[in-house]
């Protein structure tokens, strides 16, 4: 059964706090995503990783940073957290696409992040 | 920018309605179109997904819709039972793309 975990299910941080969030995958998968999640805006990716040690922005990468030392784990880092930060985190898994067949991505359950 | 539009944004139906989730989207590149379910305290699942070169797939009692000339595709589920409340996300990506733009979701009540 494919897994995708997460370190934390809720985590309250105070504003200018550096924030750690864990995610592990055990499926072997090369690509891992984190994504925000908020009312009526859906998913949003933040950073994508394709291979170990690589990274690539997504559509909202301000104020957060990522670390993939291995293949099975991505951090994503909230280097001084805002009040604006607050949100569903999601992680998420998948094979690396190479042609135009179709794919899946497995998530985890999300870590609630509450900054005050 | 929302490169993929969705609606409702929420949706109550009776059980054995049928719920209808519409989305949009821009970018002519897309060629790959999931849809995913969320339970409460869960990440989204992939529930069902259509490629461009087929009008209609269908899976039990999802099926999906799709017009490429209107750059549209729906959700449909049938005969819609109380287990089905969740929340939808549609979702586009490129032909080897790695990456699945969301639409912002739809949330379903399906009442007994």
């Known amino acids: 059964d494919v897994k995708v975990t997460q370190s934390s299910r809720y985590l309250v941080k105070r504003t200018g706090e550096k924030v750690f969030l864990e995610c592990v995958q055990d499926?072997?998968?090369?690509?891992m995503f984190w994504y925000r999640q908020d009312p009526g805006l859906g998913l949003r990716l933040i950073y994508f990783?394709?291979?170990?040690?690589?990274?690539e922005k997504g559509d909202i990468p301000e104020g957060y940073s990522v670390s993939r030392e291995k293949k099975e784990r991505f951090s994503l880092i909230l280097e001084s957290a805002s009040t604006n930060q607050t949100s569903m985190y999601l992680c998420?898994?998948?094979?690396?696409?190479?042609?135009?067949?179709?794919?899946?991505?497995?998530f985890g359950p999300g870590t609630r992040l509450t900054v005050t | 920018q929302q490169q993929v539009k969705q609606s409702p944004q929420s949706l109550i139906v009776q059980k054995g309605g049928i719920s209808i989730i519409n989305c949009a989207y821009e970018?002519?590149?897309?060629?790959?179109f999931p849809w995913y379910q969320q339970f409460p305290g869960k990440g989204p699942a992939l529930l069902i997904a259509?490629?461009?070169?087929?009008s209609e797939k269908k899976e039990g009692r999802f099926t999906i819709s799709f017009n490429k000339s209107a750059k549209q595709f729906s959700l449909h589920i049938m005969d819609s039972q109380p287990g089905d409340s969740a929340t939808y996300f549609c979702?586009?990506?490129?032909?080897?793309?790695?990456?699945?733009?969301f639409g912002g979701g739809t949330r379903v009540l399906v009442k007994p």
């Open positions: 499926m072997d998968h090369e690509n």
């Open positions: 970018n002519t590149a897309f060629d790959y």
């Open positions: 998420a898994s998948s094979l690396r696409k190479r042609d135009s067949s179709t794919y899946e991505q497995y």
């Open positions: 259509i490629r461009p070169d087929v």
């Open positions: 990783s394709y291979d170990v040690k690589m990274k």
């Open positions: 979702a586009a990506s490129r032909a080897a793309g790695n990456k699945l733009t």
